[in-house]
């Protein structure tokens, strides 16, 4: 099993470019998330998903859009990227619920210039 | 909501002695407390968690410990080993639907051979 995929690794955008990150999962888990980290401040939830068909806003939601395309793959899109949203971002899963073990993908690098 | 904080933000010790990173959280509410190790460059990993029911958990070195009266609880690696260098988080997760957790803003422990 690959666990959890996340492309693209790294990024570079110009303020106002669009564009989506992807994350996989084949564990069958029902819930995945999407999480920022920036320096010093750990993990900030931006959006999740707790079943297929199903999207929430987490802690930091503004200018993000997600998508559970499936029940394996979780899309985040940035539709206008601006600088602070300069970040790492993670996805991860869960089987079912936020007190289940979540499983983390490897990152990708934002850089919005 | 739930808001975590996690002490000390970095940690030095010298390798074979013992390391103790600290939780608390504020929604009593709460029931499910896993802790995750980051290694550089990748997604953070569970190492240990504990549920409410339980005041303390062990896997090999690794210990954790809750007190629910207090609500804080706590990391303990003895004998640490220059691996053990890495960033450490804490969360704390509500068993409901909306399957949300919240981190600490993690402890960079370095361990000196």
């Known amino acids: 099993n690959a666990g959890v995929t996340q492309t693209p690794k790294f990024q570079v955008l110009k303020t106002g470019q669009s564009m989506t990150l992807q994350c996989a999962q084949d564990?069958?888990?029902?819930?995945m998330y999407w999480y920022r980290q920036d320096p010093g401040m750990g993990l900030r939830l931006i959006y999740y998903s707790a079943s297929e068909g199903t999207t929430d806003k987490g802690e930091v939601p503004n200018g993000y859009n997600v998508s559970r395309l499936n029940k394996r793959e979780f899309s985040l899109r940035l539709e206008s990227a601006a600088p602070s949203q300069t970040s790492v971002y993670f996805c991860?899963?869960?089987?079912?619920?936020?007190?289940?073990?979540?499983?983390f993908g490897p990152g990708t690098r934002l850089t919005v210039l | 909501g739930e808001n975590v904080e996690q002490h000390p933000s970095t940690l030095s010790v010298q390798e074979g002695d013992s390391a103790v990173i600290k939780c608390t959280y504020s929604d009593s509410a709460s029931n499910y407390f896993p802790w995750y190790k980051q290694e550089l460059g990748k997604g953070p990993q569970l190492i240990i968690d504990i549920r409410s029911n339980v005041g303390e958990k062990k896997d090999q070195r690794i210990a954790v410990t809750l007190n629910k009266t207090a609500k804080h609880f706590s990391l303990h690696i003895t004998e640490t080993q220059p691996e053990d260098s890495a960033v450490y988080f804490c969360a704390a997760s509500l068993n409901t639907n909306a399957g949300k957790s919240t981190f600490g803003d993690g402890t960079t422990l370095t361990v000196k051979p």
């Open positions: 991860a899963s869960s089987v079912m619920t936020s007190t289940d073990t979540q499983y």
């Open positions: 564990m069958n888990h029902n819930s």
